[in-house]
Structure formats: structure tokens, C-alpha cells
T-cell receptor, first 112, second 121 residues
Framework: KNQVEQSPQSLIILEGKNCTLQ??????????LRWYKQDTGRGPVSLTI?????NTKSNGRYTATLDADTKQSSLHITASQLSDSASYIC???????????FGTGTSLTVIP | DAGVIQSPRHEVTEMGQEVTLRCKPI?????LFWYRQTMMRGLELLIY????????DSGMPEDRFSAKMPNASFSTLKIQPSEPRDSAVYFC???????????????????FGNGTRLTVT
């Protein structure tokens, strides 16, 4: 069964600290994996995309990793800011028809 | 570009009433998706269109839900009659098909609207 699981479900960290969010998937065939950020009251926005051949990709303070062998991805946030408070959703795209499989998200709260 | 535009932002209605949600996708995008988001189940795909044609509506919960896309710039999701369990945030998203010459060929990221929060009492 094609599934995407994220952990932790929620996370609270102090401003300035780093954190890592996890995404495990069983989706096959695999096309790519995206991380989305969803601010409260808004729609999700794409942060980064990872394909099969990519291991690491950075977007400012966000660094995503992908291990296609173990089917795991992580999103590392460096020097967190209050504006990083949001839900982070892992989405795996599969197959020629580009079906999307969504994780249930990690809710991150950054406190002063 | 104004992005994906959804209306209304909030809708409160009584059980049994008809509800119509509206979406204007980004110009030039050939895919349009309707999602429902709840705390318990996260984002669930309801239906998606390609070039205005419904491709997969297997996520539509039941016959009370219907969606149309009469042209490339407009889509509606209708619930008739509405029930309290339909309360959720409904998102519309659009994307486009990249050419085979693009590094990330396939579909572009999903571009989401800001959703319609539906409350059925």
C-alpha cells in the first residue's frame, strides 16, 4: 500500500534552535518527493523537490535529504525563526500519471 | 500572478443546504485539483481535472459531492445536501505539465489557494 508517514506529529522548539522532520514512504514507483510548508489559514507552498538521484538540497535555512534505498527523507531547519511555525507536509509523486501521496504533516511551533 | 483564487474564504451553512465552492486556477496550468483537509485525515484528494476533463473522482465521498470545470479558468465544487461531517477546509490547487526537456519533468509543484473553511451546523 502506498503510504507516507511523518514524524513527529508535532514539535515545539526555541527560536534559534535547529530541528529535523522525518518522512518515510512506501510509494512505488517513485518519481519525486516534495516538502511543503503550510502556514495557519493558508494553502501549502512548495519548499523543495527531491528526485531519485538527489541526496541533499538546500533552500535557505531548509535542507532536505533523500535516501531512496531506505525510502526516507528529512527536512532540517537551521537557526529557526518564529516565522517557521507552520505545518510541514511531505508529498511523494508516483508513476507516469503523477499521483500525489500526502503525509499528515508535522506541526512545528517556534517559541521565543 | 495572483495565484489560485478560492471563494468564499469562509462558509457557514445549515445541514441540508447546498454549498458551492469556487476556484480560479493559475492561468496556463492544465491540472486542477480539489482537496479536503481535516485534522484527523490531513489532505485528501477529492477530484482532479486535466485540460478541464475530470480524470479521477474516486476521492469524492459520495453522490452529494459534484465538481465541474466548464473552462480553463474556473471550477466549482458543490455539496448538496450538506452534512455536519462535511465541515473541513477545502483547497483548490493547480499545476502544469513540464516538458520532457525540463530537469524535473512531469508536473510542476501544486499551487494551492488559501482554502474555503466550511462549517455545517
Amino acid at each position: 500500500k502506498n503510504q507516507v508517514e511523518q514524524s513527529p506529529q508535532s514539535l515545539i522548539i526555541l527560536e534559534g534552535k535547529n530541528c529535523t522532520l522525518q518522512c518515510n514512504y512506501t510509494v512505488s514507483p517513485f518519481s519525486n518527493l516534495r516538502w511543503y510548508k503550510q502556514d495557519t489559514g493558508r494553502g501549502p507552498v512548495s519548499l523543495t523537490i527531491m528526485t531519485f538521484s538527489e541526496n541533499t538540497k538546500s533552500n535557505g535555512r531548509y535542507t532536505a535529504t533523500l535516501d531512496a534505498d531506505t525510502k526516507q527523507s528529512s527536512l532540517h531547519i537551521t537557526a529557526s525563526q518564529l516565522s517557521d511555525s507552520a505545518s510541514y507536509i511531505c508529498v511523494v509523486t508516483s508513476g507516469a500519471r503523477n499521483q500525489f501521496y500526502f503525509g499528515t504533516g508535522t506541526s512545528l511551533t517556534v517559541i521565543p | 500572478d495572483a495565484g489560485v483564487i478560492q471563494s468564499p474564504r469562509h462558509e457557514v451553512t445549515e445541514m441540508g443546504q447546498e454549498v458551492t465552492l469556487r476556484c480560479k486556477p493559475i492561468s496556463g496550468h492544465d491540472y486542477l485539483f480539489w482537496y479536503r483537509q481535516t485534522m484527523m485525515r490531513g489532505l485528501e484528494l477529492l477530484i482532479y481535472f486535466n485540460n478541464n476533463v475530470p480524470i479521477d473522482d474516486s476521492g469524492m465521498p459520495e453522490d452529494r459531492f459534484s465538481a465541474k470545470m466548464p473552462n480553463a479558468s474556473f471550477s466549482t465544487l458543490k455539496i448538496q445536501p450538506s452534512e455536519p461531517r462535511d465541515s473541513a477546509v477545502y483547497f483548490c490547487a493547480s499545476s502544469y505539465t513540464r516538458t520532457v526537456y525540463h530537469l524535473y519533468r512531469g508536473q510542476s509543484p501544486l499551487h494551492f489557494g488559501n482554502g474555503t473553511r466550511l462549517t455545517v451546523t
